[in-house]
């Protein structure tokens, strides 16, 4: 079915340390991978993103990794800040169907420690 | 442009009433979206327009709920005889279909509360 499932509910690190949040995908007809992180009241705000004929890509202290072969996502956030404690959720462009929306997972709690 | 907005930003209504939400998109995108969002849950695609064609209804999206975006520009969201289960989040996005980038963009939601 179509679901995006991620490992780990909450991440707690300590402020300063680098944070590893992973994803699991799908559809392997998926093309296209985004990374977003949502502040309580707020609605979810674009961080970085990966086409499929990539495996890493990277942005101002975070990286996106893709493993086609597994499925698998990862965001990586580099020395993480107390204004990184938010819910993150990887989506993946169903592509299928001729259809163009976004699936999301169920989300991670980043909780950073002072 | 300041973004995708949407009203209004909180709703509590009684069981039965009828309710809608509206969404104004970024101006120069196609595309618009309504997803629903319950509490400790990723958004769940709803439906989606490209210009003023809806072109994908989710199961989720009962016959008591029905979307519009008459011109391509502004959409609405209505819930009619709201349950309970109703009382979510709903998220608007809207993107510009580029290259395969499908980038949503989101509104701050619309807080539904059916008591």
């Known amino acids: 079915g179509e679901s995006v499932g991620l490992h780990l509910p909450t991440l707690s690190v300590q402020e300063g340390d680098n944070s590893i949040i992973n994803c699991a995908y799908s559809?392997?007809?998926?093309?296209?991978f985004i990374w977003y992180k949502q502040e309580s009241g707020k609605g979810p705000q674009f961080i970085i993103d990966?086409?499929?004929?990539?495996d890493k890509r990277q942005g101002q202290r975070v990286t996106v990794l893709l493993n086609k072969t597994v499925k698998h996502l990862s965001l990586q956030i580099a020395a993480t800040q107390p204004g990184d404690s938010a819910v993150y959720f990887c989506?993946?462009?169903?592509?299928?169907?001729?259809?163009?929306?976004?699936?999301f997972g169920s989300g991670t709690r980043l909780l950073v420690r002072p | 442009d300041t973004g995708v907005s949407q009203n209004p930003r909180h709703k509590i209504t009684k069981r039965g009433q009828n309710v809608t939400f509206r969404c104004d998109p970024i101006?120069?995108?196609?595309?618009l979206y309504w997803y629903r969002q319950t509490l400790g849950q990723g958004p769940e695609f709803l439906t989606y327009?490209?210009?003023?064609?809806?072109?994908?209804k989710s199961r989720l999206l009962s016959d008591r709920f029905s979307a519009e975006r008459p011109k391509g520009s502004f959409s609405t969201l209505e819930i009619q005889r709201t349950e309970q289960g109703d009382s979510a989040m709903y998220l608007c996005?809207?993107?510009?279909?580029?290259?395969?980038?499908?980038?949503?963009?989101f509104g701050a939601g619309s807080r539904l509360t059916v008591l």
């Open positions: 101006s120069e995108h196609n595309r």
């Open positions: 559809n392997s007809a998926s093309d296209y």
């Open positions: 996005a809207s993107s510009l279909l580029n290259s395969g980038a499908n980038v949503l963009t």
């Open positions: 989506a993946e462009n169903w592509a299928r169907d001729s259809s163009y929306k976004l699936i």
């Open positions: 990966i086409r499929s004929n990539m």
């Open positions: 327009f490209q210009n003023e064609a809806q072109l994908e």
